[in-house]
């Protein structure tokens, strides 16, 4: 089956400019995260889904920074007015369910797409 | 502020050894543990979980929770030059699941 597909892979923009990032979830995969890697560094959340909507937006690090989901299913993470400090691997995940424990106490599991790979010049 | 600590490597092993990698996590709170596999270039892979005190053991991988002493252990045995990777440990972060990462262990087999 289909995992969890990004696009565009690679962007490179001008400092300024806004940028749209999309993200296909597994299909039935009721929830959604947003990660960034900068380089060197570990994975940062930025924003979770659930649904439609966004329980937990807590990482977003500025107002520049917004996301949405539609249908239950495609989400986009915008950046408005791009610094270089933007540059980065803006990776998605999903997961089937959400609640701490899962289902029967199992985990509820991420799993990662291939990232879009971000360069502010 | 919630943590995750991983010693950044490199961790260097020979081919057939046995390598240990460790995580210490803060937030005493925290239920489930997650080890996933990085190739450079590529997104993180989930090899385990684990929400139980003890061992768990899926091939030649078992990953190992002590939560009294907030720790977390991954065992890789039989290592092969294709497990050379970064290695990041993973912590649910609350009621939504977000992962709290750490900045992962370079794994380097040498054949």
């Known amino acids: 089956g289909a995992g969890v597909s990004q696009s565009p892979s690679n962007k490179v923009t001008e400092k300024g400019k806004d940028v749209e990032l999309r993200c296909d979830p597994i299909?039935?995969?009721?929830?959604l995260y947003w990660y960034r890697q900068s380089l060197g560094q570990g994975l940062e959340f930025l924003i979770y889904?659930?649904?439609?909507?966004?329980?937990?937006k807590s990482g977003l690090p500025s107002d520049r920074f917004s996301a949405e989901r539609t249908g239950g299913s495609v989400s986009t993470l915008t950046i408005q007015r791009t610094q270089q400090e933007d540059s980065a691997v803006y990776l998605c995940?999903?997961?089937?369910?959400?609640?701490?424990?899962?289902?029967?106490?199992?985990?509820?599991?991420?799993?990662f797409g291939p990232g879009t790979r971000l360069t502010v010049l | 502020q919630k943590e995750v600590e991983q010693n950044s490597g490199p961790l260097s092993v020979p081919e057939g050894a046995i390598a240990s990698l460790n995580c210490t996590y803060s937030?005493?709170?925290?239920?489930?543990f997650f080890w996933y596999r990085q190739y450079s270039g590529k997104s993180p892979e989930l090899i385990m979980f684990?929400?139980?005190?003890g061992d768990k053991e899926d091939g030649r991988f078992t990953a190992q929770l002590n939560k009294a002493s907030q720790y977390v252990s991954l065992l890789i045995r039989d290592s092969q030059p294709s497990d050379s990777a970064t290695y990041l440990c993973?912590?649910?972060?609350?009621?939504?699941?977000?992962?709290?990462f750490g900045t992962g262990t370079l794994l380097a087999v040498q054949p």
């Open positions: 995940a999903s997961s089937l369910r959400v609640g701490r424990g899962g289902l029967a106490g199992v985990p509820d599991t991420q799993y």
């Open positions: 299909s039935g995969h009721t929830a």
């Open positions: 889904f659930q649904g439609n909507s966004a329980p937990d």
């Open positions: 937030d005493r709170g925290s239920q489930s």
């Open positions: 684990i929400y139980s005190n």
């Open positions: 993973a912590v649910d972060g609350g009621a939504t699941n977000k992962l709290i």
